[in-house]
């Protein structure tokens, strides 16, 4: 089990998320009343898809032995609340000695990273207030 707390004072919408000994911060746009220092929480979401994605990629091609100098992954996320939907579009760029059967591996690998897997399920919340 992974857990991570998220914790906001007084700072706006400034949150500290700590994970063990690791700390990131997430916060809303300037436009939004935030103070713009790190990834809003829809930005979060977006970089593990695209960051397990990455990692998914270099492990594969290390594991192969294949020349893969470089993965970039772009993801797209879209959310509207109101229409009730939501989704994300993943480009991927490959770089390095790579043939096309490599290349299309490496594309069908893509889906197979624990984030994409999970978000593709459906996902169960249960939340407790706690004293």
């Known amino acids: 089990m992974i857990t991570v707390i998220a914790s906001i004072q007084q700072d ?12 990131i911060i997430s916060d809303e746009p300037q436009n939004l009343g935030g103070q713009n220092l790190g990834f809003t929480p829809s930005e979060l979401l977006a970089s593990s898809l695209a960051s397990c994605t990455a990692i998914t990629l270099k492990m594969y091609a290390e594991r192969k032995k294949w020349d893969l100098a470089e993965a970039m992954i772009e993801v797209n996320f879209e959310n509207e609340p109101a229409k009730n939907i939501a989704g994300m579009t993943m480009n991927i760029r490959l770089f390095g000695n790579l043939d096309a059967a490599q290349r299309k591996r490496l594309l069908e690998i ?10 593709q399920k459906p996902i169960a919340i249960v939340t407790h207030l706690k004293d």
């Open 110 to 119: 893509a889906h197979n990273c624990p984030i994409h897997r999970v978000l």
């Open 12 to 23: 706006k919408y400034k949150t500290e998320i700590k994970s063990g000994s690791k700390l």
